[in-house]
């Protein structure tokens, strides 16, 4: 048994069926992420597995308890990271998070600790209507935790981030299972399931097309490496020749190689000193997507 099990789920909103036979299993101390794009059910299946939302059919399991119908007992052991929307805007940073830390019952003083992990303590006496986006994230993820859960859920923890806050972000985000906590995550952005997640659901139009590490997900997918090379140092024409490169094109910093035996060409352009500014770039998780829905992501 998991921390999580979800078993044939489906919920539909009248025709459109937004989670349509959805399983998987999530295991204790596991970082998992749910990746799609806008729409495809992401939000709904964490939904149902919180406990929020009864699904059609299909059953879940939460640290081995139903979550629905409301299960109150569950409450304490799970977090849930509330939209920033959520907050009491006339109050404070502090003054937040302690009362999530009354709600639950848990001394103010783990509030503090909290507001200090998450990098806040310069703006614990900021209201929260007037924190930067990613401070509010910050904020909301620590009243998600502050009265440490088993398992926390975070939907989309960085939209609307510009790139740096993000990745600001994921520092913080990538330490939250280290004390053996679960971690469930939705996000539309390829790189950060990627660099965060233990394990990916790859989820579009209500089903999981794909579920498996990142790693495991990209090796699967036999799809090429490209080698970019510095413009004057090979030509076209000879790239071609290479053993194991199976296609030329040139651009205006240079020429790309795309290989499936990339060591093989690699040594080759080593012993031929063409290895200055060189740039490999490998398969990604945008990659598998493609392979999988035929179509392009786009967030
Ligand atoms: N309360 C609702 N009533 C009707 N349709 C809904 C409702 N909530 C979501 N939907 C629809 O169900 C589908 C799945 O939505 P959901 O929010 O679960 O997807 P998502 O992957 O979380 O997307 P996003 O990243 O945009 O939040 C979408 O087409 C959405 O418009």
């Known amino acids: 048994m998991g921390a999580i099990d979800v078993a044939d789920v489906a919920l539909a909103y009248g025709d459109l069926r937004a989670v349509d036979g959805v399983s998987f299993t999530v295991a204790e101390g596991?970082?998992?992420?749910?990746?799609?794009?806008?729409?495809?059910?992401?939000?709904?299946?964490?939904?149902?597995i919180e406990g929020l939302r009864k699904p059609d059919s299909g059953t879940v399991s939460?640290?081995?308890q139903a979550p629905w119908p409301r299960n109150a007992g569950l409450l304490p052991r799970i977090g849930v990271q509330l939209q920033s929307s959520a907050f009491f805007d006339a109050l404070t940073a502090r003054e937040q998070i302690h009362t999530f830390a009354a709600m639950y019952g848990v001394a103010a003083k783990r509030g503090d600790e909290w507001i200090e992990r998450v990098g806040l303590t310069d703006k614990a006496s900021v209201r929260a209507d007037k924190l930067s986006g990613g401070q509010a994230q910050r904020l909301a993820i620590a009243c998600a935790l502050v009265h440490?859960?088993?398992?926390?859920?975070?939907?989309?923890?960085?939209?609307?981030?510009?790139?740096?806050?993000?990745?600001n972000l994921w520092d913080l985000l990538s330490g939250l299972n280290d004390s053996g906590r679960t971690v469930v995550l939705t996000t539309h952005y390829m790189d950060e399931a990627e660099v965060l997640c233990d394990r990916v659901a790859i989820m579009d139009k209500g089903k999981i097309l794909k579920l498996d590490t990142p790693a495991a997900l990209i090796r699967g997918l036999d799809a090429p490496v490209r080698i970019s090379i510095k413009a004057g140092q090979l030509l076209a024409p000879?790239?071609?020749?290479?053993?194991?490169?199976?296609?030329?094109?040139?651009?205006?910093?240079?020429?790309?190689?795309?290989?499936?035996?990339?060591?093989?060409?690699?040594?080759?352009?080593?012993?031929?000193?063409?290895?200055?500014?060189?740039?490999?770039?490998a398969a990604t998780l945008e990659d598998v997507f493609l392979d999988v829905t035929g179509r392009e992501y786009r967030a």
Not at 148 to 166: K, M
């Open 62 to 64: 939460v640290l081995g």
């Open 238 to 281: 000879q790239a071609s020749e290479l053993p194991g490169v199976d296609h030329v094109a040139e651009d205006p910093d240079g020429l790309v190689l795309t290989t499936r035996r990339p060591a093989e060409v690699l040594s080759r352009l080593g012993a031929d000193n063409l290895l200055d500014g060189l740039q490999v770039k």
């Open 148 to 167: 440490d859960p088993e398992i926390v859920f975070l939907d989309e923890p960085t939209a609307a981030l510009d790139p740096q806050a993000r990745r």
């Open 30 to 48: 596991e970082f998992f992420g749910i990746l799609g794009p806008n729409g495809a059910g992401k939000t709904t299946t964490l939904e149902v």
